[in-house]
């Protein structure tokens, strides 16, 4: 029995945030309400994805297991002032604030995953993986999710029964099913209670519900089931 044991990470991130800022001019210099304006739109975002993987190999299969982890900060800002001094590039050197607009939001995922091949004589082949992923998108009682495949291969060539027949190069019999998950529902907050802010009331704050909570909301899942069959002819 022949045995391989190791571990090979690799990482991918930004070494620094990726910031964006700029200070523009709105309408070559001038506002819809015909003063002169400055716009400054800056804009963060930090994405981490490192991976750790463990692997063992012997002569009956090839086993993997591993973790992956991903992290995602976003962060923008918008905001307009008008009656400016002119040729200033700067907020400061605005008199009335007209707009100002800015949300953030974080993504995390985590999974640990495993897979097991497993070949008996060159005729029995079998093959399963199994992962539990959890996602930031989903409230922390339903953020787990479990997937896996099973797969099977069987060579009837290989069989003593087909060995004398000739025309038949090779003959093979295969199935799998298989579970697979997504997370992008188009939200990062799905299972939250929202409220929007932007209906002032004179000068104080006013809000209206905009979603309502739904911590049951989990995972999408897809099955899927194949079979067939591969054949070679002399």
Request: aromatic share 18%.
């Amino acid at each position: 029995l022949s045995q391989q044991i190791g571990v090979s990470p690799w990482y991918w991130w930004a070494d620094a945030p990726i910031i964006k800022h700029d200070a523009v001019y709105i309408n070559n210099g001038v506002y819809t309400d015909g003063e002169p304006a400055v716009r400054y739109r800056g804009i963060f975002l930090n994405d981490e994805a490192p991976c750790l993987t463990t692997w063992v190999k012997n002569t009956f299969g090839t086993n993997y297991g591993g973790h992956e982890f991903y992290a995602k900060q976003y962060n923008y800002l918008d905001a307009t002032k008008t009656n400016i001094v002119d040729g200033m590039f700067e907020l400061n050197a605005g008199a009335t604030i007209s707009d100002v607009s800015g949300y953030s939001y974080k993504y995390r995922v985590e999974s640990w995953l495993g897979r097991i091949n497993y070949n008996f004589d060159n005729k029995y082949y079998f093959s399963t993986s199994f992962r539990r992923d959890a996602s930031s998108r989903f409230h922390k009682d339903n953020r787990w999710g479990t997937f896996w495949s099973v797969g099977g291969n069987w060579r009837v060539k290989q069989e003593a029964f087909l060995a004398d027949v000739e025309w038949l190069d090779n003959l093979s019999v295969k199935a799998s099913y298989g579970e697979q998950g997504n997370d992008n529902i188009g939200s990062y907050f799905a299972w939250q209670s929202l409220y929007s802010l932007s209906y002032a009331n004179g000068n104080n704050l006013g809000a209206l519900i905009s979603t309502l909570e739904n911590k049951n909301i989990s995972w999408e899942k897809n099955g899927n089931f194949n079979i067939g069959a591969d054949a070679t002819f002399l």
